[in-house]
């Protein structure tokens, strides 16, 4: 379990250098383009990587309703929250992520959050207030009621993606990734074509930074940080997600010159201390394995009740 929690927050890990290689090798003012460019050929090749399976049965919905949330929706409410918010205050934001976890988690999955994991949340979010935020921030309301829904979005997303599970096929965490990426890349073509019209005419160095958003920055990323969602509590997910803006930051630090005071290397260490803190425990009522969901079919004959073996361990 340990191995796999910090398998997984390599996930959020690479999703902190994204703001480096979009605001360095991106076309500027093109946010709807990079969520596309970043959610479509990523999907496509997790796709052809599993070859091409199709959801059945109640997985085409689930694929879809994931795919927009995790990806179309909440892309599109993220880059309207950072074109409109300074970084700082999106991040605060997103650090809320936890406890809206938690209260969806008991009504919805039954778990019981401990204080311990509350408290580690607690910290977290004031580690990234310190870590992040600058005493010129300005409010927009736009940009604030943006990146608020973008974590309402993810967090709604993250507990019902625990509750339904994976579907049942060779390799479901892969499968399921690359139906969320392509749902939601689909999604996102008309809306960029509707909104900002064809891409522009891009240079090396901007395939070379679309390049490494759809296949690290998201790909990679995104299979990641999925099978933390099927196997671990989702307040510990949440809380891994704290580990982007302190990424972000010692990114901007040690390539472009930005620099740290006191004061955020505490944010920094407080979010470090946070994510140990909310994911050395397992929260209580949590299912240690992967639940399978069947794919049914109209053809496939219904379960028969089976006898269990009295000597079969439970």
């Known amino acids: 379990m340990r191995d796999l929690r910090l398998v997984t927050a390599v996930g959020p890990c690479l999703w902190g250098t994204n703001y480096l290689v ?3 090798f991106l076309p500027p003012d093109r946010p709807l383009l990079a969520a596309t460019v970043r959610a479509l050929p990523a999907g496509l090749l997790l796709w052809a990587a599993v070859g091409f399976t199709l959801p059945r049965g109640t997985w085409w919905w689930r694929a879809a309703l994931l795919g927009a949330l995790n990806i179309s929706l909440f892309f599109v409410l993220f880059f309207i929250g950072a074109y409109r918010l300074p970084g700082g205050i999106a991040a605060v934001l997103g650090a809320m992520g936890p406890f809206l976890v938690a209260g969806l988690s008991y009504p919805l999955l039954g778990h019981r ?13 004031l580690g990234v207030g310190l870590l992040v935020l600058r005493s010129t921030a300005a409010l927009d ?13 993810v967090s709604v997303a993250t507990v019902f993606g625990r509750r339904w599970g994976t579907p049942a096929v060779s390799r479901p965490v892969l499968t399921l990734t690359a139906w969320q990426l392509t749902f939601g890349g689909l999604l996102l073509v008309p809306l960029a074509l509707f909104v900002e019209g064809p891409p522009p005419a891009l240079t090396g160095r901007n395939l070379l930074g679309f390049a490494y958003l759809a296949l690290v920055g998201t790909a990679v990323a ?10 671990l509590a989702p307040t510990s997910i949440t809380l891994l997600s704290l580990l982007s803006p302190v990424v972000a930051a010692v990114i ?3 390539a472009l010159g930005q620099t740290l005071s006191p004061g955020q290397l505490v944010g920094a ?13 397992r929260t209580a009522g949590a299912p240690a ?5 069947p794919i049914r079919t109209a053809s496939s004959p219904a379960p028969r009740p089976a006898a269990v073996p009295a000597s079969r361990a439970a």
């Open 269 to 281: 260490v407080a979010v470090l201390v946070a994510v140990l803190l909310g994911t050395s425990v």
């Open 222 to 231: 995104h299979f990641l940080w999925f099978q933390g969602v099927q196997r």
């Open 113 to 125: 959050v401990s204080r311990r994991v509350l408290v580690a949340a607690t910290i977290g979010v």
């Open 252 to 254: 901007g630090w040690a």
């Open 141 to 153: 309301p736009l940009g604030l009621l943006a990146s608020g829904a973008g974590v309402v979005v």
């Open 289 to 293: 394995r992967t639940i399978r969901t």
């Open 22 to 24: 979009t605001t360095q």
